[in-house]
């Protein structure tokens, strides 16, 4: 279900090749990741709470929050690419802010700074019990190249 | 098998507290990590080649890639605690040098600064098809807390 | 002269003690960088353009950019600390998104955490010829700690 | 006075290329830094202790240390480009170690991967009170873009 707070989608064409790209990540499916929201410049990406995904405490895994992290970031600078491109990460900074306890996380990747060749994107991840109850959990910074598919 | 080029090992005492912590995270397990070396302040975690663990072009997810690197240097810092503590991390930053591509890649987090408090940790990941071919493919920084378990 | 839309202010004690830090900082002086704003958990610092504060083409320097940018955040941090404590950086991350060009320059700090121990800001630097038309040139994520006086 | 254990020197036209660059640096020269060794892929910046370099305890200030640490990394880098091209740093990150205390500091940025576009270094700050006690006081790692002048 979509979120009633984010109205905005991008076009059928720009969902169809995120969530076909989505589907060939093998790791999204192995954590039980799925794609939430696709806005332009905005990605969202729901993971929810399983034995698979925790650290030694019990909370989700630092590990799976920074994947569902750079794969919201990575999404939310494609849907602003033309087609017949690719994106990577360079790098990103994550600061884990609180022990992730929930039923679920969800990431936030957003477009901060668009550029020919490099996207800059904020990352956001909260844990939830419920949807009326989110809290923080971590904040990251992440630099994406756009490659040209013939450039390959 | 150990790596020849690594004959330093932790103390029995301070692997067992390693490898315990470890099989309780349910996210390395899931992935197939697996420690292969701990050593003070130095611990190297490797994770096979599988579908399981790719992104949309079928090499490691950065996702992956950072997971065992957060937790290779998690553990190297945690060698260097005193019992009855945790190690947390606060934040880490990673480079995506060359896309993971390899039969296995493999983390090594290695302590630069060891503190009361905070800990740093530079990471590294290699992606090989045997141990004789080793690529760097990621480089990070990583900022680690020691929490008493008393206090929590 | 304080901006009409930070209305919000830190408390005369507060403020005073982070301008006498402040003036202790023989880099901000020689820069000719001067705080503009004092809220809680919010710090905004003024540097204007001259020669001495450039790189090779005439914008300001990223080293310029990083050095207010960095006391903004740790000033942020300062205005929810007790008496009696220090701020140090213990790291920061930053992405430098357009040249720096303008009259001045303008870095906020602002608490997106607060701990016991760790604070984490988020930093913003604009750049501007006037205050009418401000962009964006730099974002970056910083992690603090506290010190106690006594335990120095 | 050039290092006797970094005997690897670029060539003249590259040195040269560089010091005119640093020259342009109004930051550079205002905080009274210097460039202390250029070799391919490495170079080194000096910056003596006064006052006018400092934090609110006497320290060199973290914008200081950043600063130089940034212009080593991104010479470092420009070392490796073709004449008719210009460096631009992306984004650093950098860890605050320990307090830089001493007569001077250096830093050395190092390239640890060198791409068509993006390069990656890492920064290395020394405070010493001599060349003989030195002390790693920050870290950090760097990613650089290569910019043609034909396409500003």
Request: charged fraction near 20%.
């Given at each position: 279900?979509e ?7 991008a076009?059928p064409?720009?969902?169809k090749?995120i ?8 790791l ?21 709470a399983?034995p ?7 909370y ?5 929050t ?5 794969s919201a970031g990575?999404y939310a600078?494609?849907t602003l ?11 990103y900074?994550?600061?884990?802010l ?27 991840v909260?844990?939830?019990?419920s949807d ?7 904040n ?8 040209n598919?013939?450039?390959q």
């Amino acid at each position: 279900m979509e979120d009633q707070a984010e109205p905005e989608v991008a076009s059928p064409e720009v969902r169809k090749r995120i969530h076909e790209s989505f589907d060939r990540q093998g790791l999204m499916a192995h954590l039980g990741a799925r794609i939430a929201h696709i806005a332009p410049g905005r990605v969202r990406i729901v993971l929810p709470a399983r034995p698979e995904v925790t650290q030694q405490h019990g909370y989700f895994h630092a590990g799976a929050t920074s994947a569902i992290a750079d794969s919201a970031g990575g999404y939310a600078a494609y849907t602003l690419f033309p087609e017949d491109t690719e994106v990577l990460t360079v790098e990103y900074k994550i600061n884990l802010l609180a022990p992730a306890a929930g039923d679920h996380i969800e990431a936030i990747g957003t477009v901060l700074k668009h550029g020919r060749t490099l996207t800059v994107c904020v990352l956001e991840v909260f844990a939830a019990q419920s949807d009326a109850n989110r809290k923080l959990v971590a904040n990251g910074q992440q630099t994406l190249i756009r490659v040209n598919r013939s450039e390959q």
